[in-house]
């Protein structure tokens, strides 16, 4: 069992910085890949950024390619999404979960945080 605890959220002008954590609580984070998703108001989850379990290999969706980095602290349960450049589309509340692959399949991941809300103001 897993439990993860998103953080880091919060209202950013267009073009500012943020950077999410989440921390996992039980000793078996480092086995899993962790993956960052998020849900925009009237809009399906989608898919943003994975990393596997020892953060050589990682995957992103193409609206956040070359702004966001995933990356993780094993020694200390964290997952981290840096996100830079933002633009007002990246309004969203975002999600970080973990499961066995680093894909963009959100059926493939088994335990997810409950969110933390980032508002980027034009």
């Known amino acids: 069992q897993v439990q993860l605890v998103e953080s880091g959220g919060g209202l950013v002008q267009a073009g500012g910085s943020l950077r999410l954590s989440c921390a996992a609580s039980?000793?078996?984070?480092?086995?899993?890949?962790m993956g960052w998703f998020r849900q925009a108001p009237g809009k399906e989850r989608e898919f943003v950024a994975a990393?596997?379990?020892?953060?050589?290999?990682?995957y992103y969706a193409d609206s956040v390619k070359g702004r966001f980095t995933i990356s993780r602290d094993n020694a200390k349960n964290t997952v981290y999404l840096q996100m830079n450049s933002l633009k007002p589309e990246d309004t969203a509340v975002y999600y970080c979960?973990?499961?066995?692959?680093?894909?963009?399949?959100?059926?493939?991941?088994?335990?997810w945080g409950q969110g933390t809300q980032v508002t980027v103001s034009s």
């Open positions: 990393i596997n379990w020892s953060g050589g290999s990682t």
């Open positions: 979960a973990a499961g066995s692959d680093v894909t963009g399949a959100q059926h493939e991941y088994d335990y």
């Open positions: 039980g000793r078996t984070f480092s086995s899993y890949a």
